[in-house]
């Protein structure tokens, strides 16, 4: 019964290759969100979808492509990956609308490129 | 720019009180939230304010002043489990939320 889940957990691969990293929430939250955690700490938000539509799109390299099937569902997709794009990686969702709108994480997605 | 500045570290004791402050520079402000996060774990929502003044929610409390930018977590009776990362964030004029690096507090014997 995991609210937010994301698979994989644990992702290597070599520069170049392409990937996804994958994204469920069953809390029937309107907003989706994928944030980027690097060796600093700092949590970074990437996009922002709210009922499938992209509401939010920070400066990110276009070698990354959100895609939200329905909004229960927000994938990540990344191109000819690069060093500098290990980090963890979080999928969050959140109610849309409502004046707190308390963000629920996944677990995170540990991406190395070698 | 928007800037949220906290410590990078803090030190206490198990059994005492600490207090973990954050200052913001924001375009507007539509709430302040402190989230928690284990090492290795996804963040965790604490608490949020939005008018100023103190939230308390058992040993965990958060107060907030608007007019000086500044909100802080006070923790009590700290237990070893409280070790973490504490990510203060605040949310803008266009409602997006803005993260400060977080805090990370270690708790000794």
């Known amino acids: 019964d995991t609210a937010v889940s994301q698979t994989p957990k644990y992702l290597v691969t070599q520069m170049g290759n392409d990937k996804s990293i994958k994204c469920e929430q069953n809390l029937g939250h309107d907003t989706m969100y994928w944030y980027k955690q690097d060796s600093k700490k700092f949590l970074k938000i990437m996009f922002s979808?709210?009922?499938?539509?992209?509401?939010i799109n920070e400066t990110v390299p276009n070698r990354f492509s959100p895609k939200s099937p329905d909004k229960a569902h927000l994938n990540l997709h990344i191109n000819s990956l690069e060093l500098g794009d290990s980090a963890v990686y979080f999928c969050?969702?959140?109610?849309?609308?409502?004046?707190?709108?308390?963000?629920?994480f996944g677990p995170g997605t540990r991406l190395l490129v070698l | 720019g928007q800037n949220i500045d906290q410590p990078t570290e803090m030190t206490a004791t198990e059994g005492a009180i600490v207090q973990i402050n954050c200052t913001y520079q924001t375009s507007g402000f539509n709430g302040l939230f402190w989230y928690q996060q284990h090492a290795g774990e996804a963040p965790t929502f604490l608490s949020y304010?939005?008018l100023d003044g103190l939230e308390e929610k058992g040993r965990f409390s958060s107060f907030l002043s608007r007019s000086k930018g500044y909100s802080y977590l006070l923790l009590k009776e700290l237990q070893m489990k409280d070790s973490a990362s504490y990510l203060c964030a605040v949310r803008d004029s266009n409602y997006q939320l803005i993260w400060g690096a977080g805090t990370k507090l270690i708790i000794k014997p």
């Open positions: 969050a969702s959140s109610p849309g609308g409502g004046e707190v709108e308390t963000q629920y």
């Open positions: 304010n939005v």
């Open positions: 979808y709210n009922n499938k539509e992209l509401i």
